[in-house]
Nanobody, 121 residues
Framework: QVQLVESGGGLVQPGGSLRLSCVAS????????MGWFRQGPAKERELVGS???????NYADSMQGRFTVSIDNAKNMVYLQMNNVKPEDTAVYYC???????????????WGQGTQVTVSA
C-alpha cells in the first residue's frame, strides 16, 4: 500500500555528518507521520525520530540535539540529518511511515528495507 525507499547511508567518521532520505510511494494520502528507526548489531530496533504531516516531531532522548527529522509533504519524503555522529550510531536505519486509513482505525505501519550507516575512524 505504501512503499518506502531509503538512501544516503554509508561510511562517516566520528563527529561528521550524514543525511538520509526516504521517499514514499503508493497510498501516500494515508501517511500520518514518517520517521526513522535504527537497529544496531545484536540490538532491538529503536526510535530515532519521527515527524507528523503537521510538523510535530518526536525524538529519542539520546538523539535529540544531534539528529533532525524533517518532512517534505509535497514530495512525500522524510529526511534525517545526522550531526556529530558517534560510533554507537552505527546501525541499519529504517524509514517508517505511520498509516491511518480512517480516523477511528488503529494506525498501521510501513517499513523501508533499511540503509546501513557506519561510523568509524
Amino acid at each position: 500500500q505504501v512503499q518506502l525507499v531509503e538512501s544516503g547511508g554509508g561510511l562517516v567518521q566520528p563527529g561528521g555528518s550524514l543525511r538520509l532520505s526516504c521517499v514514499a510511494s503508493g497510498r501516500t494520502r494515508a501517511i500520518h507521520a514518517m520517521g526513522w528507526f535504527r537497529q544496531g548489531p545484536a540490538k532491538e530496533r529503536e526510535l530515532v525520530g519521527s515527524i507528523t504531516r503537521s510538523g510535530t516531531t518526536n525524538y529519542a532522548d539520546s538523539m535529540q540535539g544531534r539528529f533532525t527529522v524533517s518532512i517534505d509533504n509535497a514530495k512525500n519524503m522524510v529526511y534525517l540529518q545526522m550531526n556529530n555522529v558517534k560510533p554507537e550510531d552505527t546501525a541499519v536505519y529504517y524509514c517508517h511511515a505511520e498509516l491511518r486509513f480512517a480516523i477511528e482505525s488503529p494506525p498501521s505501519d510501513s517499513w523501508g528495507q533499511g540503509t546501513q550507516v557506519t561510523v568509524s575512524a
